[in-house]
């Protein structure tokens, strides 16, 4: 192409038509699937359709068709997990996860429906009432705490709402119309999205920047992004995933590589924080690492705003953690 040797790789999905009254249709739709599980397994391969990969295929189907209308009924719902400054026991802000309280299975997890949203497009509609709902919640706490406590809302941007055009333009008119301040917003995105596409993601970020808020890449450490990325890109805080926080107790390459991390923060001034704390112990290894923040079942599970305010409201109550965590914002 254009006297450039270009080398392409197939990912091949087949299905084979054991019943002759099978529609065309139906084949390609089989096909298809097989051929995007190829693609999840590692592409430049073949996978053959089965009946596992037929009621996966269905059950998905389904889920799509109930995230439409659970748009359209409101089913969704924001649950909180805080964040806590190991050495004072304080809240410095909290996570907002969404879940979906289906009709008829009850409450379905995010990592059940985000992927399948995200891979439909309708994580943009899902994520845009999100970030709403999670500053109005934001200001109303903020007005509790007052204006110089520490206090930040977090908030997952997929990969797709990054590729929507005018996101800090939205951005900008939720904080307008929540009434919460810019840098009391941190928005979240995972280092795998952030290194897909560079240079596109640093450009989004620095306008996200430019609007006032916070920028926190999630699940550091599992993307294997370069230093040089992370030294363009405009971000505020790293999160450190919960697979290094996990085995951290046992003082091997984990505890190791946390103690890089925070030490790489620091050097970089930015904040660290700690996903995916379940255990005291994990706890006190990242205090004696230097890591200042954390979050996680530790010190409470993803809850609804009422349930947080009560535990903020009764600090011995809060689910696994020591008296010593005080949700006091």
């Not at 400054?85 to 059940?112: C, D, F, K, M, Y």
Request: aromatic share 6%; charged share 25%.
């Amino acid at each position: 192409l254009d006297g450039r040797d270009v080398f392409v790789t197939a990912s091949v999905g087949i299905v084979l038509a054991t019943d002759s009254e099978q529609r065309p249709e139906d084949l390609l739709r089989d096909a298809d699937a097989a051929m995007y599980q190829a693609k999840e397994r590692g592409k430049a391969r073949y996978e053959l359709f089965d009946e596992v990969m037929r009621v996966r295929v269905a059950r998905r189907l389904e889920t799509e068709s109930g995230l439409h209308r659970a748009i359209e009924r409101g089913e969704f719902a924001l649950l909180y997990q805080p964040e806590i400054e190991l050495n004072t026991g304080r809240v410095i802000g909290v996570e907002a996860l969404v879940s979906w309280q289906h009709a008829s299975r009850g409450l379905v997890g995010p990592s059940e429906f985000i992927p399948i949203a995200e891979e439909t497009g309708l994580i943009v509609p899902i994520g845009s009432w999100v970030l709403e709902q999670a500053c109005r919640q934001g200001a109303a706490w903020r007005k509790r705490v007052g204006p110089t406590a520490p206090f930040m809302m977090s908030v997952n941007l997929s990969a797709r709402q990054l590729l929507q055009p005018g996101l800090a333009e939205f951005v900008h008119e939720t904080l307008e119309q929540t009434g919460l301040a810019p840098h009391d917003l941190v928005l979240e995105v995972t280092e795998s999205v952030l290194i897909e596409d560079a240079d596109h993601a640093t450009s989004v970020l620095e306008e996200l920047r430019a609007v006032g808020v916070q920028v926190s890449i999630d699940d550091f450490g599992t993307g294997y992004a370069s230093l040089t990325y992370l030294r363009r890109l405009p971000v505020d805080i790293l999160k450190v995933d919960q697979t290094f926080v996990r085995g951290i107790a046992d003082g091997g390459d984990d505890a190791g590589i946390v103690e890089t991390i925070v030490q790489l923060g620091e050097r970089l001034g930015l904040k660290v924080i700690a996903e995916g704390v379940e255990e005291e112990a994990q706890a006190s290894w990242l205090k004696r690492l230097g890591c200042r923040y954390a979050q996680g079942y530790y010190f409470s599970v993803p809850v609804t705003a009422d349930e947080l305010e009560r535990k903020l409201l009764a600090p011995g109550d809060v689910s696994g953690a020591q008296s010593q965590y005080r949700l006091d914002i």
